[in-house]
């Protein structure tokens, strides 16, 4: 659920705020402070988007203008990993787009952080894989619907803007097994399998700066409670996450563009109540707990 966290805003930004024909180039960097051991994510963090777009003619109707084929690669690093995703984009319309994607991503061991780690039943704790050998992957799957009610209604003060988002991926580590735990730049207790995301934003866009003011949501599960194998009834295999986020994104002016994002996340809440857990796949899930996950500021440079 992390990696899509650090992700929603600066994807929802993106589609929002339409890419020129040809290659695009955008720098981001993100300053973030976590609240939530197990959903941390190393500060601060980078990463260049490149990607080209080719417009598509399919007609002078209004439904399909702005139509494009978009490839894009994003290389991403923190203190502990190194990744990168690539995406094909294909946008018939400025308010549907379909996506076929991956990532490819490794990590390392910094001050007793661990950027990719599988789980040791033995030792009973995570233990760091050797890096640049052992890979976390993901393959994905995404369609997006956005509508701003400035189309209908005119006027610089008309404009509601609506996203859904629906992602089915693959996610997995070289290094795990059937029945094997892992976990990447702090998100403990992943397992191989196939997952689902179903992310929303509604916002306002005010007329200045292109200033957009809104909630988003994110809500996140595997689509098979088995793939836990024998903890899946106790940790609750069918369990969703969800993330509940206000959001504040601007564009300063043509090149630059901030956002600011403070998510509140329903995690398990266990009966067991231990701190700084070594894992928590082990434990009893007895509902859902809210908190406040982090504060993230985030500064884009379009090139």
Request: charged share 15%; glycine share 8%; hydrophobic share 45%.
């Amino acid at each position: 659920m992390k990696k899509s966290i650090i992700s929603l805003c600066f994807l929802l930004m993106s589609n929002l705020f339409a890419q020129e024909p040809g290659w695009n180039f955008a720098l981001q960097t993100t300053l973030q402070e976590s609240f939530v051991p197990v959903v941390s994510v190393p500060v601060p963090y980078a990463q260049l988007s490149c990607s080209y777009t080719i417009p598509l003619d399919f007609g002078d109707s209004l439904v399909f203008s702005g139509a494009n084929l978009a490839f894009g690669a994003v290389p991403i690093l923190t203190p502990i990993s190194f990744g990168s995703q690539y995406a094909v984009i294909f946008t018939p319309s400025q308010a549907l787009s379909f996506t076929l994607g991956g990532t490819i991503n490794t990590g390392w061991e910094l001050l007793g952080n661990h950027g990719l780690g599988v789980y040791n039943f033995e030792d009973g704790k995570y233990e760091q894989v050797t890096p640049f050998k052992t890979w976390q992957y993901d393959f994905i799957f995404q369609t997006l619907f956005q509508f701003d009610t400035g189309v209908l209604i005119p006027g610089d003060w008309s404009h509601v803007v609506m996203q859904a988002n629906y992602q089915i991926f693959y996610t997995g580590c070289t290094a795990a097994g059937q029945g094997d735990f892992w976990e990447f730049t702090g998100t403990k207790d992943c397992v191989n399998g196939w997952k689902y995301n179903f992310m929303a934003l509604f916002g306002y866009q005010f007329p200045f700066k292109n200033t957009i003011i809104g909630v988003q949501g994110l809500w996140s599960a595997y689509l098979d409670e088995k793939v836990y194998g024998k903890y899946a009834k106790t940790f609750d295999g069918d369990f969703t996450d969800i993330m509940l986020a206000f959001v504040a994104m601007a564009q300063l002016n043509e090149k630059n563009y901030i956002s600011l994002s403070v998510p509140f996340m329903g995690i398990r809440d266990f009966s067991e109540v231990e701190e700084n857990a070594k894992a928590y796949f082990d434990k009893t899930t007895v509902g859902r707990e809210w908190v406040l996950s982090n504060i993230s500021l985030t500064w884009a440079y379009n090139f």
